[in-house]
């Protein structure tokens, strides 16, 4: 794998919109695309003519903003909007988990009182795959030629920060725990997109989707406005634009070099395969065990008993 001063530092992307050709006919949804890299992400595949759709919220009214555009169309993260938008397209071909949130102020809680990194990078995205995922199966099965068919899961430098066992389960409620450590619980939630790429990908492989979790670089954005001043001041000088970070979702998106044997994988700053760290992938056996009821079973009842109980928490962290 690529070291960490590699990620940090990556050489120059390869794969750009100079790349990708006419995306005319192809449906996209970019969530988190207000600004940053989702903004970034989402100018690119309208400006190759994609029918654009973006889940973002405005920072002053809380709601769904509106670009002047026939094809470029928004909606809040919720369970309505996707309802409304499976009434208009017959299609889905590329859906990017892109929405985040980094390190916001202690006890920080959603409407229904879980964690909100939590809730904004692990549950929400769970809940929107799952009201999707019918219209991408479609989708892949009518597609004349393979692989075009894609979910894209925002993780991150995922070699550092991360803590014991990736995610820290509470063993009497199953929920994740809440790390006093800011960096650490943010870096959970992160850990938790590797392993929902992961399991999207074991359980739409066989029917045409490629789930894949991407590391986007180290990009000045919205991300780091919880940061400390002076490590806001660092990163504004270290870090990258935006655009960056979209080539990097750019390839995970949209790259003829992703194939059904890349299912599941890790792509790195700015368009490059990686490996997802050894930590991480033992973290997630170690996590279901500590959800009840997947204890004392495995196999194919265990994994429908955690698609149950992930369904039933994300569903109500949705309300």
């Known amino acids: 794998m690529p070291s960490t001063f590699s990620q940090a530092f990556p050489p120059a992307p390869t794969f750009t919109e100079k ?3 006419n995306l005319e006919g192809k449906v996209f949804i970019v969530t988190g695309a207000a600004s940053g890299v989702g903004y970034e992400l989402a100018k690119l595949l309208y400006g190759q003519n994609g029918h654009v759709y973006v889940a973002a919220r405005s920072s002053e009214a ?5 670009l002047c555009s026939s094809t470029w169309r928004t909606f809040p993260p919720s369970r309505r909007p996707p309802m409304n938008f499976l009434q208009k397209e017959d299609r889905l071909d590329v859906l990017v988990h892109n929405a985040g949130v980094m390190t916001p102020p202690a006890d920080s809680k959603d409407k229904l ?3 909100l990194e939590m809730a904004t ?13 019918p219209i991408l199966i479609r989708t892949a099965q009518a597609q ?6 894609r979910i894209v899961w925002l993780s991150s430098m995922i070699t550092a920060s991360v803590p014991p066992g990736g995610i820290q389960f509470d063993e009497k409620s199953g929920s994740p725990k809440v790390l006093k450590n800011a960096m650490q619980n943010y870096m959970q939630s992160k850990v938790g997109n590797l392993f929902l790429a992961s399991e999207a990908a074991k359980r ?3 029917q045409g989707v490629i789930s894949m979790s991407v590391n986007p670089g180290l ?10 001043k002076m490590q806001s001041v660092i990163m504004g000088i270290l870090f990258k634009p935006p655009l960056f970070g979209a080539y990097s979702e750019l390839f995970a998106a949209l790259s003829p070099n992703i194939t059904a044997k890349h299912n599941g994988g890790f792509i790195i700053p ?12 033992k973290g997630s056996s170690r996590s279901r065990r500590a959800v009840p009821g997947l204890r004392k079973s495995s196999g194919a009842g265990a994994r429908r008993r955690q698609n149950v109980i992930s369904e039933v928490w994300c569903m109500r962290a949705a309300g």
């Not at 809380?62 to 509106?66: E, N, Q, R």
């Not at 990078?121 to 995922?133: Q, T």
């Open 204 to 206: 739409l492989g066989r």
């Open 270 to 281: 700015w368009g490059r395969f990686g490996d997802i760290p050894s930590t991480s992938r």
């Open 121 to 133: 990078n692990c549950l929400g995205p769970f809940l929107l795959n799952h009201l999707l995922e």
């Open 113 to 115: 009182g879980h964690d």
């Open 219 to 228: 990009m000045k954005t919205e991300l780091q406005r919880h940061s400390p």
């Open 144 to 149: 004349s030629t393979p692989d075009h068919v």
């Open 19 to 21: 790349n990708v050709g």
């Open 62 to 66: 809380k709601v769904a903003w509106l």
